[in-house]
């Protein structure tokens, strides 16, 4: 005999992204579900599509309703993943969104999000597959949460290509008198560096202007805008970008023009500084205490000048 169970566990093998679909029942409700079937059709034209239980409490809405609206969660959106998946009379409560096309809801701070009309609908086993024309869409760059095994994952690439012999590819000698310039070498220093710790920060959930913005602010009671876009190092427009995705977040407060950390804020901040921190020792593991702080003194004397 065919056993569902073992097949939905063998189906939990291949990792997928989470999503909240939305949309606006007949009665003009804001309606959603969490659903991990989305996938892409097609490019020309733009077409993705999803699955629907036949014995969802939301399919006549979907069923009727002229757009939907696809939102990839986040990393640090789990709360959103199970909010909409469980049964509730309002799954909207506390949640930031805007209204997109047909009304189907925007939800904030997602990794992407499509906006969808209708195109098809298919009948297909106990499911309805709904395909969706791409009118417009929204993509942050933000670590998408994940699902694997039955429980939530996050996604981590490789941190160096590896060649067909499974071992790791070297990179070629400088050319020429570039491996005498210390510029260029600061600059590839910096970027190797980066390849295996800007994915360790973005499965947090956060941009590096929201993380670099909590880490300072652990260091301060408060800080206005132009302190804060010092104190990054980033352009104002981002910075501000930051500070509203942070204080929706309610990782920051601002009083008075200016922002301070939360109690929440604190936590996520301590995360980052525990992953920075360990990220560093790795890296400079293989040098001694005196390399490191005449490194240190030759950095630190660059950025004075």
Same mark, same amino acid.
């Given at each position: 005999m065919f056993d569902s169970q073992a097949f939905r566990r063998a189906l939990g093998n291949f990792a997928t992204g989470i999503t909240v679909i939305t949309a606006v029942s007949p009665e003009g409700e804001p309606v959603g579900l969490t659903a991990n079937?989305?996938?892409?059709?097609?490019?020309?034209?733009?077409l993705i599509l999803w699955s629907l239980d036949k014995r969802s409490n939301n399919l006549a809405a979907f069923s009727e309703a002229s757009h939907f609206a696809v939102n990839i969660l986040a990393a640090d959106q789990m709360h959103l993943s199970n909010q909409f998946a469980r049964p509730s009379d309002d799954k909207f409560a506390g949640v930031s969104f805007r209204e997109?096309?047909?009304?189907?809801?925007?939800?904030?701070? !997602?990794?992407?999000?499509? +906006? !969808?009309?209708?195109?098809?609908m298919i009948d297909a086993g106990d499911h309805f597959i709904l395909i969706g024309k791409v009118e417009q869409f929204e993509a942050e760059g =933000?670590?998408?949460l994940c699902y694997h095994q039955g429980g939530y994952s996050i996604v981590m690439p490789y941190s160096r290509l590896s060649s067909d012999k499974g071992e790791t590819s070297s990179k070629p000698e400088l050319p020429g008198r570039l491996d005498s310039n210390l510029y260029y070498l600061m600059l590839q220093a910096m970027r190797s560096y980066q390849a295996d710790y800007l994915p360790l920060q973005m499965s947090t959930g956060l941009q590096t202007t929201e993380a670099r913005m909590l880490m300072i602010l652990t260091e301060h009671q408060s800080l206005d805008v132009k302190q804060l876009v010092e104190a990054v190092a980033m352009p104002e427009q981002d910075v501000r970008v930051a500070v509203e995705?942070? +204080? =929706?977040?309610?990782?920051?407060? /601002?009083?008075?023009g200016r922002y301070a950390i939360s109690v929440q804020g604190q936590e996520k901040s301590d995360s980052l500084w525990h992953l920075?921190? /360990? /990220?560093? +020792? =790795?890296?400079?593991?293989?040098?001694?205490? /005196? +390399?490191?702080a005449t490194f240190s003194k030759v950095l630190k004397g660059i950025i004075a000048k």
């Open positions: 079937s989305f996938n892409s059709v097609s490019l020309d034209p733009p997109g096309l047909g009304g189907a809801a925007v939800l904030a701070d !997602c990794a992407a999000v499509f +906006e !969808c009309s209708v195109h098809q =933000r670590a998408p995705v942070l +204080e =929706r977040k309610g990782l920051i407060s /601002e009083n008075d920075a921190n /360990e /990220e560093q +020792e =790795r890296v400079f593991a293989k040098f001694s205490d /005196e +390399e490191i």
